[in-house]
């Protein structure tokens, strides 16, 4: 079945340090892949996504890339700031799975002033 | 404005006892979700709605009944509650179809402790 796995946190660096989360998945097809994030207290939100292989998604400084060839969709930030200490979830969206979005464990990231 | 709103945000009772949690989306959307997140932040589907039809249901235990009065409403009824029900709940909802990536919209969160 379909599947999301990401590095397990907590993820703690300082600020405007380079930021990675890896995310790998299993899926049959060819899925939609998502990152959520989760601030303190909040539901989660859309941070970015991508639809299709070698597609780049992109928003608030963050970027992952859909690689099929790795089935990856690592997250990458080149400065991080305090204000993304956050939980981060990657997904997938199977088409055939009547709307089911899969999420990975979560990471939380911690960044030091 | 808000997209998506959930009531309670907080809900604090006794093991034995039922309780609702409401769900409401102003964004048209056709399908609505409850998720049940765990301590660990693990977030599980538990049911999904697409124009009040059920189309998930994952293995939940029958003490939980969602009920879709209408498109933009789907609430969540539990029955017996158990210390194991003590989680935060989250609705979400999307549109089917409408694109190829099916975002997903997430409520606030309703913070459950059984006591």
């Known amino acids: 079945g379909n599947s999301v796995t990401q590095m397990e946190g907590p993820v703690t660096l300082s600020e405007e340090a380079f930021l990675t989360i890896n995310c790998t998945y299993t899926?049959?097809?060819?899925?939609?892949l998502f990152w959520y994030v989760q601030y303190p207290g909040e539901g989660l939100q859309l941070l970015l996504k991508a639809t299709k292989a070698d597609d780049k998604g992109s928003n608030k400084g963050f970027e992952a890339t859909y690689r099929k060839e790795t089935t990856s969709f690592h997250l990458e930030k080149g400065s991080v700031q305090v204000s993304d200490s956050a939980v981060y979830f990657c997904?997938?969206?199977?088409?055939?799975?009547?709307?089911?979005?899969?999420f990975g464990s979560g990471t939380r990231l911690s960044i030091r002033p | 404005d808000t997209a998506v709103s959930q009531t309670p945000k907080y809900l604090v009772t006794q093991m034995g006892n039922d309780k609702s949690i409401k769900c409401e989306q102003n964004?048209?959307?056709?399908?609505m979700y409850w998720y049940k997140q765990d301590s660990k932040k693990f977030l599980k589907i538990m049911f999904s709605y697409n124009n009040k039809e059920l189309i998930i249901n994952e293995t939940v235990p029958n003490r939980f009944s969602p009920k879709s009065p209408d498109k933009a409403h789907l609430n969540l009824h539990i029955n017996s509650l158990e210390l194991g029900d003590s989680a935060v709940y989250f609705c979400?909802?999307?549109?089917?179809?409408?694109?190829?990536?099916?975002?997903?919209?997430f409520g606030p969160g309703t913070r459950l402790t059984v006591l």
């Open positions: 997904a997938l969206s199977d088409r055939s799975s009547a709307s089911k979005i899969i």
């Open positions: 979400a909802s999307s549109q089917r179809g409408a694109a190829l990536s099916n975002e997903q919209f």
């Open positions: 964004l048209g959307h056709d399908t």
């Open positions: 899926a049959t097809g060819y899925p939609s």
